[in-house]
Each structure stands twice: as structure tokens, then as C-alpha cells.
């Protein structure tokens, strides 16, 4: 409560500086204001489509973890603040500034005045890059004179501090997602309502492209590449399937492995033919040897006839051909000009036949007599079994032509099945690698039409509209929040210098300074409007002052003593001495008063050595009841003995309130603290404010009404009534 009470001291007194302080800063700060920027909102909400669009990999509604999704949401609103494409937008904005901007009058691209400053900054040859007929050209041409340079206008347009068109304006930008939507809602604020509303929309235009760009770089490489692959492997893949073609042809194959086949049945059909061939050639040998052996050495001699030998031959010719034709040509796959050939040809070995026969038969009949002769059967059987050696020597012959021949197929399709196998697995792997990557290529293509489907789905729900209200101005705030600013400022500001401040100003901090209780103040002389009720004051406070006083007299004590202690000199002692004698003995009281200099000398072995202030003035003295005042010199000149202090009822210090409590006061005070032992020492405050003193005597006039009002609630009495003393 003390502290509370203190505080509303503390404020009263410094209630000229919170009361015309803060008002001169909230007046600077509204004339400051008054030509204050206003400030001109525009939103636009869009459609993302992450969440619940399309996705052509899955066929139906795209379902994603909530990682993937905020990861996109965020990839958007990056691109939307990016760099880049603020970039674009500054260009472009610019751009459509200086085609569309009038110098005369608003319109929804710019206000005039800020046409006319964007006129006037623009250099001559900047000027000239405007093309009036296209932004695109007016862009390009822009690029194109763009150049890193702290002296190039374009480039300095967008990383300097224009208000519009520099990043750190764009930047400005805000993006939220609305709760877990698709949805982005986007807020800018500019001076000029055309700017704002230009901008938002060039914004909408250039975020899309900027996201379809960075979205379709990577799938289009994709793309790109796996086309690459797929024409070089279907070219691999055509090479080689003409390689294989090239080779089958060369090598007169048109099913390998029929064809392996066919040979290996007919290998296995001549092993058994020529093996039946064998048989019959051994057997007819052995006949005509053992028939030979049985005919007459005349008969023998047949086989030496030219005659025999020339029609023989013709049988063995005819049958060789035979054997060739009816062995390997199959009559449903022969022409009707072969079958004629192969009849003719039978027709023809038939007669040569029957003409050998008729040969043999001749000479047998001519050389064989009917005494003991063979007989014509006999030589028949001969002639038949030399006719079926004939016959299997033709088949020999012809069978180990076509071994022979198929030996060569052997040979020939050998190598030519480990070359087609190998051709074929290398078709296989390009064709395989051909496969893989048309897969992949159609992968990435649907990927592409994703992304395109996606990328569409980007579309602005709410267009920004152009602004025709601008937003409350904050210059309302700004004064408030420097009066409350300046006004709390004050108070931290003199708060703080009232605790590191160490004059001597009222009870509180006396107290606080010093450590000893303060018996009472004295006021000075006052501002103007007091000074009439000085006297007033100064009674009031040595009334108290001196009620104090006899608090602290011991009972039965008829002669009190007081010792009027000062610091230093010219502190009042000698005016209090003063003001209490004439109170007291106004009262009808006693009063003795002892002064250094006059009744005793501080300075003499007698004041040093003396055990009572009554030895110092034996003579002076009076019996009776009386109050005895003793003033003392200042302690920074001599020091008072101990007994002194002792004897005293009550040490009173005397002190200014306008005063610093130095170290050394404090050294000197706790000195005279230590040798007072139990008698009490009080301060007592002197040249006081009004309000100091009043917290002893209680209000003192003029009681104004505001004064009352102040006083009765610097005491708390907020519901006391106002009829009510103080």
C-alpha cells in the first residue's frame, strides 16, 4: 500500500511532463503523418486441384499422403514468391505502366501521379524500348537492355526500392493455404489501387507458366530422351532383323529348325535304305559268285563279250536312273511331263532287259549242247542275280551321292545354327530394350498429360477486383501508439531516475537511503501561490514535529534533552531550534536551549572529555521541569562525544530535502547511529515540498475541489464521500 502511495506521489509530481510531453509527440507524429501513404487491398483466391484433382497414372481421384500434398502446396506458393517470377511480374507490370499509364487522369493500370513519377525517373533511352502495340515486345526489348550493372535502370527496377515494381515490394506478397483445401488465397497491398489490382493479375498469369515450366522441364527431357533411345533401338532392332533376313537368304533358310529336322529324318531314312541296299548288293555277290562257280567255263566267258558287257551297262544306266528318280521324287509332287519322262524311262529299262535275256538266251543255246550242259534255267537265274548286283551297285552309287550330299548339309546348317541363335538373342535383348523403353515413354507421356491435366486445374477462383476503398489508415494508431509510447517512456525514464536518484526528497526515500525513520519535514518556501500559507505550513509541521518529540521523552524524565544534529551547515538547525522553542513555550512549557558556540565550545578539551551536557553549562542551567534543546555543530566539523548522545531522549538530524545523501553523509550518519547506542535517532527533513509535509500534517490548504478530489484518492479513499474531511 505504501509502495501504491508512493507511485501516485511519484506521478503527481511529474504530472506536468505526462501531461504536455506526450501531447507534443502525438503531435509531431500527426503532423508527421498527415501526408501519410494509403493503403489499397486486393485478394484473389485459386484453385490448386492437389488434393482432389485428377490423376491419369491411378484412372481416378488422386489420393496422396499429406507429405506429397503439402510438399506440392509448397512448391506453389515458393513459386508464386519466388524470385523469377517476380520478376517476370515487375517487367511486365512496368511494361503495361508505360503503355497504359495517363499523366492526366486514374485509370485501373495507374494513377496519374504515380505515372508522372515513373515518367520522370525513366531514362530517354528506356523510353525508347516501349513498344505501344505489345507488352511481349515492350518485355523482350526490356530483357534485352537488361544488364547486371548498378547503373542499368531495368535491372535496377526490380533489386533497388521502388515502391511497385523491386522485390523487396513483390515480396509483399502473402500466400495462405485455406485450412487443408486446394485452395490458395493471395493478398497485396499497394498505394496505388491499380498496382495492386494490375499486379495480382500478371501474378495469376506468370505463376502458372513459372510452374508448367519447372513441372514440364523434367518430364519433357523425359520424353525427349526416351524418344532418342527408342529410335536408336528400333534402329538396332531393324538392323538386325535385316541382318537375320540377309543371312536366312544367303543361306536359303526358312525354318531352321524344320529344316534341321528334315535333314536328320532323312539321314536316318538313307542309313536304313543304304543298309538294305548293302543287303541286297551282298546277297546278289554271293549268288553270282556260287552261280559262277556252277556254269561252264564256256558260259563264263558271256562276261567277256562285248556284245554282253554294252547291253549290260545300258540295264545298269537305266536302273541307276530309276533308282535315283523312284528313290528321291515323290509321284504326288511330280509334273505330269515327269511322270511321262519316268514311265518312258521304265518302258526303255524294261526292253534293255528283255533284250539281255534274249542275248543270253541265244548264247546259251548256241554255245550249250544237250550232253551234260547247264541249262537255260540255270543261266536265267545268273543273268537275274547279275541283274540285281547291277542294280544295287546303281543304288550304291546313287545313295552315297545323296550321303555325301547331306553331309554337306551337316556341314552347312551346322554353323548356321549357332549364328541364327545368336542373331535371334540379340534381337531379343533390343527388342526387349525396345519394349522397356516404349513403356517407359508411355509412362512419361502419361505423366506429361498429368501434369498438363494438373496444371489446368490452376485456375482463379476468385479474381482480385480493383479496389475503390482504401484500408483505414493507420495514422489513428501511429498517434495513440506515441502518446502511450512517449507517456510510458516518461514514467520508466523519471522511475528510473527516481530510484538511482539519491536526494533526500520525501519520507519514502529518506528512509529508504538512509535506514532511520523520518520524524517529520519542514516545509520551504513554496511556489508562488503558497507562499501566503508559509506560516500556515511551518505551524503545522513544528506542531508536528514536536508531538513527535514528546512521544519519544522518557516518563519521569523532568528535563528531556533534545540534541539538534546536522551533516553539514546552513541545514536548519538553528530555525528549528527556533520554531520549537517559541511552540513549546507558547504550550507553557520550559524550553533551554543550548547553542555551540554560545554556551559551549565544540572544539575544547572540556566538550571532548565531558561526561553531560549539564557539565558544560553548570552555571546556565535552571532547576525545574523543562525541555532542553541542544544544537551541535555539524558532524563534518567535530564529533559529539558518546555520553553526549547517551543522555539525550531523543537525536534529531537535520537534513534538506533538496540535498544529495552522499558517502560521506552516510559515513558520518552511521557513526553517529553507533554511538547513540538505545537513544532513538530521527531525521527530520528540511525545505520540503508541500506534498512531503502534508503526508505528516495531513492536507493543508488551499483546499481547492481538485485538491481534495487528488487527496482523497492519493489516500484511497475512492469511495469516500466528497462532504468528508481529509
Not at 351 to 359: P, S
Not at 440 to 461: D, G, H, P, T, V
Not at 687 to 712: C, D, H
Request: some cysteine.
Amino acid at each position: 500500500m505504501e509502495f501504491l502511495h508512493y507511485f501516485f506521489r511519484f506521478l503527481y509530481r511529474i504530472r506536468w511532463w505526462l501531461v504536455i510531453a506526450p501531447l507534443v509527440v502525438t503531435s509531431v507524429v500527426i503532423l508527421g503523418t498527415r501526408n501519410m501513404e494509403r493503403s489499397y487491398p486486393v485478394d484473389m483466391t485459386i484453385y490448386t486441384g492437389i488434393v482432389s484433382g485428377y490423376a491419369m497414372e491411378m484412372g481416378e481421384t488422386n489420393v496422396q499422403t499429406s507429405t506429397v500434398v503439402n510438399n506440392t502446396i509448397d512448391n506453389i506458393i515458393n513459386i508464386i514468391q519466388s524470385k523469377e517470377t517476380l520478376r517476370e511480374v515487375c517487367l511486365y507490370l512496368y511494361a503495361r505502366h508505360m503503355i497504359y499509364g495517363s499523366p492526366n487522369e486514374d485509370n485501373e493500370y495507374i494513377q496519374a501521379v504515380n505515372f508522372r513519377h515513373l515518367q520522370q525517373i525513366t531514362p530517354p533511352d528506356v523510353k525508347k524500348l516501349i513498344d505501344a502495340t505489345s507488352e511481349e515486345r515492350t518485355v523482350m526489348n526490356l530483357k534485352k537492355y537488361e544488364k547486371a550493372s548498378p547503373e542499368n535502370f531495368v535491372y535496377g527496377l526490380f533489386n533497388w526500392n521502388h515502391p511497385h515494381y523491386s522485390y523487396g515490394a513483390l515480396s509483399k506478397i502473402k500466400v495462405i493455404r485455406l485450412g487443408n483445401s486446394d485452395m490458395l488465397k493471395i493478398f497485396y497491398a499497394a498505394n496505388d489501387p491499380g498496382v495492386a489490382y494490375q499486379t495480382l493479375l500478371l501474378l495469376n498469369k506468370y505463376y502458372a507458366k513459372e510452374y508448367k515450366t519447372l513441372q514440364f522441364g523434367s518430364t519433357n527431357n523425359a520424353i525427349r530422351y526416351f524418344e532418342e533411345e527408342l529410335a536408336r533401338t528400333g534402329k538396332e532392332l531393324r538392323e538386325d532383323e535385316d541382318s537375320l533376313t540377309l543371312y536366312n537368304v544367303e543361306n536359303r533358310i526358312i525354318n531352321y529348325d524344320e529344316q534341321t529336322k528334315q535333314v536328320a529324318a532323312l539321314d536316318m531314312e538313307y542309313d536304313l535304305r543304304f543298309q538294305d541296299i548293302l543287303l541286297n548288293y551282298n546277297t546278289s555277290t554271293a549268288s553270282v559268285r556260287f552261280l559262277e562257280t556252277q556254269m561252264e567255263e564256256n558260259m563264263l566267258r558271256l562276261k567277256d563279250n562285248a556284245e554282253f558287257l554294252a547291253k549290260l551297262n545300258q540295264v545298269s544306266f537305266l536302273n541307276s536312273k530309276l533308282a535315283e528318280i523312284e528313290a528321291f521324287y515323290n509321284d504326288s509332287a511330280y509334273s505330269n511331263q515327269g511322270r511321262q519322262d519316268l514311265n518312258t524311262l521304265k518302258q526303255q529299262s524294261e526292253k534293255a532287259k528283255n533284250d539281255l535275256v534274249d542275248y543270253t538266251s541265244r548264247y546259251s543255246n548256241r554255245k550249250y549242247t544237250r550232253d551234260g550242259y547247264p541249262t537255260s534255267n540255270f543261266v536265267t537265274q545268273w543273268l537275274d542275280e547279275l541283274l540285281k548286283l547291277e542294280k544295287s551297285k546303281a543304288e550304291i552309287e546313287v545313295m552315297e551321292d545323296h550321303m555325301a550330299e547331306l553331309d554337306l548339309q551337316y556341314s552347312h546348317f551346322s554353323p548356321i545354327g549357332s549364328t541364327i541363335k545368336r542373331q535371334e538373342r540379340s534381337i531379343n535383348f533390343v527388342e526387349s530394350n525396345y519394349l522397356s523403353i516404349l513403356n517407359s515413354l508411355n509412362a512419361a507421356r502419361l505423366r506429361l498429360k498429368s501434369l498438363e491435366m494438373n496444371s489446368a486445374s490452376l485456375k482463379m477462383i476468385n479474381p482480385p477486383v480493383f479496389p475503390l476503398n482504401a484500408e483505414p489508415s493507420k495514422r489513428k494508431k501511429l498517434a495513440m501508439a506515441a502518446y502511450a509510447g512517449s507517456l510510458f517512456f516518461l514514467i520508466g525514464f523519471f522511475l528510473l531516475v527516481d530510484l538511482l536518484d539519491r536526494t533526500l526528497r520525501d519520507r519514502i526515500r529518506t528512509e529508504r537511503v538512509t535506514g532511520a525513520k523520518v520524524l517529520g519535514a519542514m516545509p520551504g518556501n513554496g511556489k508562488l501561490r503558497q507562499r501566503k500559507y508559509t506560516k500556515l505550513y511551518k505551524q503545522k509541521a513544528v506542531q508536528y514535529i514536536a508531538n513527535a518529540l514528546q512521544d519519544n521523552f522518557n516518563s519521569g524524565d523532568l528535563s528531556p534533552i533534545v540534541n539538534i544534529v546536522s551533516m553539514k551547515e546552513g541545514m536548519g538547525k538553528s530555525f528549528l531550534v527556533e520554531k520549537l522553542n517559541d511552540y513549546w513555550t507558547k504550550q507553557g512549557i520550559t524550553v533551554q536551549v543550548i547553542r555551540y558556540g554560545e554556551n559551549f565550545d565544540p572544539a575544547s578539551p572540556e566538550f571532548l572529555f565531558s561526561g553531560s551536557i549539564r557539565e558544560l553549562t553548570e552555571n546556565k542551567m535552571s532547576e525545574g521541569q523543562k525541555i532542553i534543546l541542544v544544537e551541535h555543530a555539524p558532524l563534518d566539523v567535530v564529533s559529539i562525544p558518546k555520553s553526549l548522545l547517551t543522555e539525550a531522549s531523543v537525536n534529531l538530524v537535520i537534513v534538506r530535502a533538496d540535498r544529495v545523501w552522499s558517502d560521506k553523509s552516510k559515513q558520518l550518519f552511521d557513526r553517529f547511529k553507533t554511538k547513540s547506542v538505545a537513544t532513538p535517532v530521527f531525521i527530520c527533513l528540511n525545505n520540503a515540498e508541500k506534498e512531503v509535509v502534508e503526508s505528516f500534517t495531513g492536507m493543508l490548504p488551499p483546499y481547492s475541489r481538485i485538491q481534495r478530489l487528488f487527496y482523497r484518492y492519493t489516500q484511497f479513499g475512492f469511495t469516500a464521500s466528497c462532504k468528508s474531511g481529509v
